[in-house]
């Protein structure tokens, strides 16, 4: 007999223990009495009247919970219910409950309950396990056990669908005999064994058993040998608990469930009510978890159950239960259908509204009231709504709406998806954004009904008829609007029929939680579902007509009804037609079937045109044919490949275009003449058409009819007539349109008749590499008819090629010929096509060419040596732009450079092809090659629109040249020249000529993958502005070669860099734009097609609309279109919230972990979070919300505390008593200016000049907190002449600030309350300093420690913040808080020193700072490590640095300064020695106070006076004092439960700077290893030899791969460190020879100098 191992070590074993019982399901013994009994108990008692209540926030999960109380056996219970949709078969799930000691549940048992027992035991040939868990409760309350009976069944239905229960009860209720019935034998001998736990039935061989019988001798021979560790666990103070409940697995589809859980609990003794709720909370998170476990993507899942739905309607059961009332309201609702067709009749006015007569007035109105159609979000949907006047009166407002759309789908798919209101699908976009998303969702949930506990609501479990609630959010200041009503289905013919009506207002939703302001609406709707044709047999469809009656009334909504109703009809159609549509689309499908029913007519030869046709199209080019000197102006099209003209001539216009297609003539034809294609219904609906008709004549010709209704004017109407025809040479094909009169479409005074003519030729051009060609040519001339001014006629023109521009992009395939064409100019090159050596690229070069090669290579000396070059803005970080230009020159210089990863071959052909169409820009009117000398000498024509409005376009001719130099590089240099064919390309448009030179360079780099790219442009002769703004549009030409050949670099192969460009491309994109983004970069494209969920997620980020997302914790495979929304309008708030970008996306990140598995999982896209970054960088600058907040409140804070300074130094001057207390704040304000002057004199030491004047005044107009809040959040870095970070520099201005303007400024104006009267002025400016100095505080602890790159260096120290944007909210208003107190309380302290004794006051702080030197010296940790040049400035760093964070800390306990650099682990002795200061402080005054009191000997009533005065002074002093302490410390605790736990250590650290400082040395990663030299030298002496051997070894490397840090990490080297081999130690030591020279000779000038005069 096999063994069996009896542990579960893995959620492996799990899977294995839970396949071996589904394998054994069928082998299952029969039920026993006692076992069925008790399952019939638990099922009679889960369908109880029990009075359910929904537990607080489930209302917007997905599993619904619920709570409430049943009397058994004379004691009340609580009761507990849960229930929701589960991915997985009810075997699986059965399993998985069975499997009660899991590994997994046995891991979530010990975190919550510690190390308690949890075990099963299995009783042998019957369906019983005996479970026991024990609960831990806190102390002093006793643990309770938990010892339960269990037992399973199942049941399978008429589809093969099975239903599981599993079951359990007390195991006393067993023992006493409550379940009556046999018993079993060996069921005693089993008790005692209660710890056996066989979770895992493998044998040692790994195969899985399959009988029940081989467990009796299995369980018997392992008892013996089983560990009593479990046993010694339970200390005998435990206390007997009760559990009882059922689950009920009822599938939905095979592979999906329906679960239903019910647990009463009794926890015996008496316990807190709110103990107890949180227990059986716990207890149904099973369900949370199970749902969790098994996830499978929402649209597979809803998919696999509406499959089955769709077989329960398609038969149409007959035993369906329909109830009387549901008859009566289906039959009200169908009256709906009266809405197609309007009869006229009269009825009286009702005067009060009744739901069940709302419907009565339909067709029976005073007067026909026209419908008015409405914005439809979805194209192929037709959406209109009326007010219906005889039901709306002073508290009514009643709109009628319908709505109609084509679904691609049969009416069973359309039927089971519109029942499944709640599905997984549907829910995403309502339930978990909740009611704060978007004002298109809405919360929906069924309303329960308890006596069908064990069934889903709704279509999944069949049935006829439900109750649904939806809460709907309508724009402020409009309420929420509640609906809750009944739905019933019917099956009408071949299609079905939905009806919806309000239901009772006795009947209520619980969504548990108390929903204020909102009101209950009223509602009838009716659905009609169709089956269609689709114009194809291969493919299904049906119609959908909504029909909805809406009053959302009463008169505490009286704003903006009508609009009311718009919202909610709007949302209607969304969650109903328009997402059954985009479910089950197939437009493209359709359209390509369309256009090959074209195609096979033309292929056919059915396109011969009769002789009228003939005649048709022979007039209408009789129309179009233009000759004379009719002038066309240029039409500019977003498609630089469509070229266009229009000739306005009053109401009329004529347009021409021409295009190149990569297709054929049939494809290309076939897509302009499809009359009914779903392409064509959208650029319809899109361009204002209101309906339009078609008349077949025959499969080559028809007649469309087209009406527009257009904003403005009156509405136009078109009727055309198309004829298709193929040359007899089959070489082109001509569609002819033009206006036709037909007697199916009258003229009527409704419409103004408009004519158009137009004419589409097509013609075959011989193909490329491959790919065919054709023409297309367009010549319509257009009048709308009526009086319309030009400008109208213009747009509509432009509007017009709009089709054009679709079918351009339809079969664009520009990318393919480039690559194609550089492909063979490669191939050229390399099979020595040109008659020169391969190895080589040279060739025999002219005189002439060789002195252009050697003039462009000269331009690279003449740039370096220009002194007036200086570094521009480009159009990405990767790019470097410099330009070299004089005011009042007449040429200028400019040098573009970037890294392009590529082949030096891929680049010089890219730059060779001129003419190519990925070589054309944005500003391109021209470009061509006007003569080919050889394979590298030709004439180039370029010509460009102005790139200053108002300037006529420029032009240049250029001779060009490309060669290969001597260092293996290639360059391609322009230089102006004249053609005889330059002027055959001037035009009427006032083209000027520009003469320019220019080079370009291209060479590998030590990756020949990589090429460096280097571009020198030279221009002369045209005016400065226009000279200055066309260079830098030359210069875009090295940024448009690295975008292309990054938009052809698959999605595994990009860098950190790319993913920085591809964000800049994205974060410039709107939202007609974004589209045409993810087309042209293949990566994009590539997780587009990948991860449907990555381009709604791109654009709700670009949208950046500010509201709070909820949490997503879906895996990454799993997550939908919905879930991609909500994730990305998730990064809106970090931005608001964080000052630095990086911050903000790493709070985003950490809120949403399936982007951390794609961005940084084992096979992430390692792009991705550069890619965010760049893009949150730029919201961060440009959102109102976002740089306006951080420089109002940057600047702002500073601003509103210096202004309550001066108003103070005001007051103060009023009383001669205060006058010294102004010049002292007039000091204070004087010594912050001057720091802050100090400080931008380090920071800018080796800046020029003007740079250094503009800093300062900055400081001197006290701008300069904003200024540097503006720098931090628009990402500026740290410039060249700078010594610190710019946000560095923020705080040490903010440090200043406190130091010596804040904090004094709190001080003396507490001095003076606690001396004088308590002014309401004085009091607000402590107040205003306490909140400025708590919020400075708290701004620099939160930028400081959720910045990425310092929580990577130090993630000991840095990360005491949570990720989650809640908690992080809590400890940034506990650290205002905290600062705000302690400085009120300091302050108050410092006051009271001061008023008794000055000694006193010195005294203290004396030892203070004494003992925290005397710390500083004791721990070797006198030396800071801030970064000095000489000895002088290490010392005063040293000194001043502590000195100022003591202070500062001192009055704020500023969290940041607990740093090992500062104060360290004196940070929490500080706060000790300070509380201890302010109570000897107050008992210091209090005794003084007293003794004052007392001095005359003698007690009168003047006296005793001032001593009750001056006692209620000290008692008031010492309560704000006691009161600020406990606040304190009670935030304090609050804060410390609100960060992370690992971190709550770093507040009582110990370390010094000198270790932290050490310790990234220790560190693996040279990135982290090189910040060692970022600090004194002094500090890391010691391992200054392993620092330097460490740089000797890795330099070769470094120098290979250049890291980022490299260039500015070792910028200062010294030189002792760096090789002595190495290029840069020779540099260094000549640069130090001539400094040391230059020196000497210095000193003997001085020194003979002063020889002379002395003399």
């Given amino acids: 007999m096999s063994t069996y191992v009896a542990t579960s070590r893995s959620m492996k074993d799990d899977a294995v223990a839970d396949k071996f019982f589904i394998s054994l399901i069928d082998e299952r013994p029969e039920m026993a009495r006692n076992e069925r009994n008790m399952m019939n108990n638990m099922l ?41 949709r589960v991915s997985a078969s009810s075997t699986q799930l059965l399993a998985s409950v069975v499997n009660f000691a899991s590994w997994e549940k046995l891991q979530k048992h010990s975190l919550v309950n510690g190390n308690l027992p949890r075990e099963r035991t299995v009783v042998p040939d019957s369906r019983s396990h005996i479970l026991s868990y024990t609960m831990a409760l806190h102390p002093p309350l006793r643990n309770r056990i938990f010892k339960m009976w269990s037992t399973w069944d199942m049941q399978v239905d008429s589809d093969g669908l099975r239903t599981c229960y599993f079951a359990w009860c007390p195991f006393e209720d067993m023992e006493v005999g409550m379940y009556s019935g046999e018993t079993f034998s060996q069921l005693g001998s089993f008790i005692s064994r209660s710890n056996l736990n066989l979770n895992n039935l493998t044998d040692e061989s790994g195969s899985v058993g399959n009988s029940y019988k081989s467990l009796k001798s299995d369980v018997e021979a392992k008892a013996a040998s089983l560990s009593e560790s479990a046993k010694n666990i339970i200390n005998g103070n435990e206390v007997s608990a009760r559990s009882s409940g059922l689950y009920v697995f009822r599938e939905l589809a095979p592979n999906v469930s329906f679960v239903t859980l019910i647990n009463l609990i009794d926890l015996k003794g008496h316990l807190p009510a709110l103990l107890m709720d949180l227990k059986l909370t716990e207890t ?34 007959q035993d369906d239960q329909i109830l009387s009332e549901t008859d009566e309201m289906w039959e009200r609702c169908y009256e709906m259908r009266k809405f197609q067709a309007q009869p006229k009749s009269d009825r009286q006015r009702v005067s009060s509204y009744s739901p069940a007569r709302l419907l009565s007035s339909i067709g029976k109105r005073k007067e026909y009231e026209p419908w008015r159609a409405m914005d439809s979000p979805c194209a192929l949907t037709k959406m209109e709504r009326r007010k219906n006047l005889t039901l709306s009166n002073g508290n009514n407002l009643v709109t009628e709406c319908r709505a109609s759309c084509i679904c691609d789908c049969s009416a069973e798919d359309a039927m089971a998806y519109l ?65 809750v009503f009944s739905r019933t289905w019917r099956k009408i013919g071949d299609g079905y029929g939905i009806a919806v009506e309000s239901v009772d207002n ?112 022979d007039n209408i080019h009789d129309k179009l044919d233009i000759t004379g000197s009719m002038a066309f102006d240029t039409l500019p099209t977003p498609d630089m490949h469509v070229n266009a003209r229009i000739l306005l001539r009053g109401t009329y216009a004529i347009i021409r275009a021409t295009t190149v297609l990569e297709t054929t003539i049939e494809d290309a034809s076939a897509y302009e003449f499809a009359p009914s294609s779903r392409g064509k219904l959208k650029y319809f609906i899109e361009q204002h058409g209101k309906d339009r008709n078609i008349v077949y004549i025959n499969p080559h010709s028809y007649i469309q009819m087209k009406r527009f209704e257009i904003p403005l004017y009156k509405q136009r109407e078109f009727v055309q007539r198309y004829v298709l025809k193929k040359t007899e040479d089959d070489s082109k094909i001509e569609i002819g349109i033009d206006s036709v009169q037909h007697n199916l479409f009258p003229e009527t005074n409704q419409y103004i008749r408009s004519i158009g003519t137009s004419l589409f030729i097509f013609e075959k051009l011989p193909p490329l590499f491959g790919i065919p060609q054709t023409k297309m040519s367009y010549v319509a001339k257009l009048s709308w008819g009526g009086l319309v001014p030009g400008r109208f006629v213009r747009v509509k023109a432009q509007e017009g090629l709009a089709w054009i521009l679709s079918m351009r992009k339809t079969f664009d395939m520009k990318k393919t010929l480039d690559a194609l064409e550089r492909k063979q100019f490669i191939e050229k090159l390399h099979l020595n096509a040109w008659g020169h050596a391969t190895s080589s690229f040279t060739a025999a070069y002219t005189d002439e060419e060789k002195k252009d090669i050697e003039v462009g290579q000269e331009f690279f000396r003449i740039f370096q040596n220009n002194p007036t070059k200086k570094r521009v803005a480009s159009s990405s970080a990767s790019v470097i732009n410099e330009i070299a230009f004089r005011k009042n020159d007449a040429s200028g210089w400019g040098l573009s450079e970037t890294k392009i990863r590529a082949k030096k071959e891929d680049i010089l052909a890219f730059l060779w092809n001129v003419d190519a169409n990925c070589c054309k820009h944005v500003a391109d009117i021209e470009r061509l090659v006007l003569e080919r000398h050889n394979a590298h000498h030709q004439i180039a024509y370029l010509c460009r629109a102005a790139a200053v409005k108002g300037y006529s376009p420029r032009y240049s001719v250029s001779r060009m040249v490309w060669a290969e130099v001597a260092d293996g590089s290639l360059v391609v240099v322009h230089h102006p020249c004249g ?74 192969d990009l860098e950190d860099d790319d993913g920085r460009m591809l964000g800049e491309a994205l974060s410039h994109a709107s939202d007609s734009t974004v589209d045409s983004c993810f087309r042209s970069y293949r990566a994009l494209q590539e997780m587009d097609d990948r991860f449907p969920w990555f381009k709604p997620m791109i654009v709700a980020v670009l949208n950046n609309s500010l509201h709070m997302a909820p949490a997503i914790d879906s895996k990454l495979d799993f997550l939908s279109e919905d879930d991609g929304h909500v994730i990305g309008s998730g990064l809106a708030l970090p931005i608001a919230i964080n000052l630095m970008n990086d911050a903000a996306v790493e709070e985003w990140l950490a809120r949403y972990p399936a982007l951390k598995e794609f961005g940084r999982g084992g096979d992430g896209e390692k792009w991705f979070i550069p890619m965010i970054e760049v893009i949150a960088a730029r919201l961060l600058s440009s959102a109102a919300w976002g740089m306006t907040t951080r420089v109002l409140i940057g600047g702002g804070v500073s601003l509103l505390d210096f202004a309550s300074d001066l108003y103070m130094i005001k007051l103060y001057r009023e009383d001669p008593d205060n006058l010294i207390f102004s010049y002292l704040m007039i000091g204070m304000v004087g010594l912050c200016c001057l720091l802050q002057l100090g400080i931008v004199t380090a920071q800018n030491w080796k800046a020029p000049l003007h740079i250094k004047i503009r800093e300062m005044l900055y400081v001197i107009c006290f701008v300069k907190p904003a200024v540097d809040a503006y720098r931090v959040a628009t990402g500026n870095v740290q410039s060249r002449h700078s010594m610190a970070t710019p946000v560095m520099e923020m705080m040490a201005v903010r440090c200043v600030e406190l130091f010596a303007e804040s904090l004094p400024s709190a001080c ?44 990577l260096k130090a993630p000991t120290f840095y990360g005491f913040l949570h990720d989650d944007a809640y908690k992080r909210s809590i400890c940034f208003m506990c650290m205002v808080m905290l ?53 002088f400035m290490t010392v005063l760093f040293s000194l001043c640095i502590p000195i100022g964070t003591k202070v500062i800390s001192d009055y704020t306990g500023l969290v940041f300064f607990r740093h090992p650099n500062f104060l360290g682990g004196f940070w929490s002795i500080n706060m000790v020695l300070t509380f201890i200061g302010m109570i000897f402080a107050t008992i210091l005054y209090s005794e003084g106070s007293v003794v004052g009191g007392d001095a005359g000997g003698g007690v009168d009533a003047n006296t005793d006076t001032a001593a009750e005065s001056e006692n209620t002074r000290v008692l008031r002093i010492t309560t704000v004092i006691t009161s600020c302490l406990s606040l304190w410390l009670l935030t304090f605790l609050i804060f410390l439960k609100s960060i992370n736990e690992s971190h709550i250590k770093s507040f009582f650290n110990h370390e010094t700077s000198k270790s932290y400082v050490q310790s990234f040395f220790n560190s693996p990663s040279d990135s982290t290893k090189i910040v060692v030299l970022s600090y004194n030298s002094l500090v890391w002496s010691s391992i200054r030899p392993s620092v330097k051997s460490w740089i000797a070894v890795n330099w070769t490397q470094w120098n290979y791969e250049r890291p980022p840090w490299f260039t500015s990490s070792f910028k200062d080297l010294s030189l002792d460190l760096v090789p002595e081999s190495s290029d840069k130690f020779n540099r260094m030591k000549r640069k130090f020879e001539i400094q040391r020279s230059s020196m000497k000779i210095t000193v003997q000038r001085i020194g003979r100098r002063t020889v002379d005069h002395g003399r």
């Avoid at 226009?1026 to 292309?1044: A, G, N, R």
């Fill in 979 to 1052: 053609h005889s064919k330059e002027e055959e390309q001037q035009n009427d448009d006032g083209r000027k000529r520009v003469d320019f030179s220019s080079i370009c360079k291209i060479r590998e780099t030590l990756d020949p993958s990589i090429c460096k790219l280097t571009y020198i442009y030279h221009s002369v002769g045209d005016k400065q502005l226009s000279m200055m703004t066309h260079m830098k549009q030359m210069m875009e030409l090295v940024y448009d070669v690295k975008s292309y050949f990054l938009q052809l670099r698959v999605a595994s």
């Fill in 1379 to 1431: 600062s705000a107190l302690l400085l009120i309380a300091k302050s108050l302290t410092t006051g009271l020193l001061m008023s008794v004794s000055l000694k006193a006051f010195l005294l203290e702080n004396a030892v203070e700072f004494s003992l925290f030197f005397l710390y500083k010296v004791y721990n070797m940790d006198v030396i800071h490590p801030f970064r000095a040049e000489g000895i």
């Fill in 419 to 483: 029942w499944d209101a709640c599905s997984d699908t549907r829910l995403k976009g309502g339930r978990e954004s909740s009611l704060k998303a978007h004002l298109d969702k809405s919360l929906a949930l069924y309303v329960d009904q308890h006596d069908r506990v064990f069934e889903p609501a709704g279509g999944a479990g069949g049935g006829r008829n439900d109750v649904l609630a939806v809460l709907k959010k309508l724009p402020w200041p409009l309420k929420k609007i509640e609906f």
């Fill in 506 to 617: 006795r009947v209520n939703a619980d969504y548990g939680t108390v929903m204020k302001h909102k009101v209950r609406g009223f509602m009838q709707a009716l659905i009609l579902i169709e089956p269609t044709q689709s114009g194809t047999d291969s493919l299904e469809s049906c119609n959908l007509n909504l029909f909805q009656v809406l009053n959302v009334g009463r008169r505490h909504n009286y704003i903006r009804l009508v609009d009311s109703n718009k919202h909610i009809f709007e949302s209607f159609v969304k969650q109903n037609a328009i997402k059954v549509r985009k479910t089950f689309e197939k437009d493209k499908i359709i359209d390509q079937l369309g256009r090959d029913q074209i195609k096979s007519v033309i292929a056919d030869d059915q396109t011969g045109c009769t002789e009228e046709e003939e005649d048709f199209l």
């Fill in 284 to 317: 149904l998170k099973s369900l949370d978890d199970m749902r969790k476990r098994h996830s499978r993507d929402t649209e597979k899942v809803d998919s696999e159950v509406r499959e089955h739905m769709k077989k329960v309607f398609a038969r149409d059961r």
């Fill in 44 to 84: 009679e008692l889960g369908r109880s009247g029990i009075s359910w209540k929904r537990i607080k926030n489930t209302h917007t999960s997905h599993i619904s919970k619920y709570k409430g109380k049943i009397s058994q056996q004379e004691k009340t219970m609580l009761a507990g219910k849960a229930s929701g």
């Fill in 1308 to 1351: 003396l104006a507490t001095y003076v309350v606690i001396n004088g009267e308590s002014s309401f002025a004085a009091l607000a400016s402590i107040l205003i300093s306490a909140l400025s100095a708590g919020y400075t505080c708290a701004s620099i602890s939160y930028d400081l420690d959720t910045n990425p790159d310092q929580r």
